[in-house]
């Protein structure tokens, strides 16, 4: 069974920094592309960022130059870098994966707040 399991979620101040990481495990194959969404209160779900099995990454405008994604192959795990965060900010945060075999997967997401 395939499992993603999140983690680094939590609260912090505005101007503060967090990381988030993703672990993937299980039968799914090599990975195509791994990345993070979020859904705010009220709001649909959105891209945050994304990262491919050969390192192109591509991001929200609203996080452009605050957030930084990176992965780690040998471990299927990618992680968020969030830096300067804004009370907009404020979602659940979820973890996606893209597989070699067209499958997607979602993490059950963690939890970010952000205090003014």
């Known amino acids: 069974q395939v499992q993603l399991v999140e983690s680094g979620g939590g609260l912090v101040q505005a101007g503060g920094s967090l990381r988030l990481s993703c672990a993937a495990s299980?039968?799914?194959?090599?990975?195509?592309?791994m990345g993070w969404y979020r859904q705010a209160p009220g709001k649909q779900r959105e891209l945050v960022a994304t990262?491919?099995?050969?390192?192109?990454?591509n991001y929200a405008d609203s996080v452009k130059g605050r957030f930084i994604i990176s992965g780690d192959s040998t471990k299927n795990t990618v992680y968020l870098q969030m830096d300067s965060p804004k009370p907009e900010d404020t979602a659940v945060y979820y973890c996606?994966?893209?597989?070699?075999?067209?499958?997607?997967?979602w993490g059950k997401g963690t939890l970010v707040t952000v205090s003014s």
């Open positions: 996606y994966v893209l597989s070699q075999y067209g499958r997607n997967y």
């Open positions: 299980g039968m799914l194959g090599s990975i195509n592309a």
């Open positions: 990262i491919t099995s050969s390192g192109s990454t």
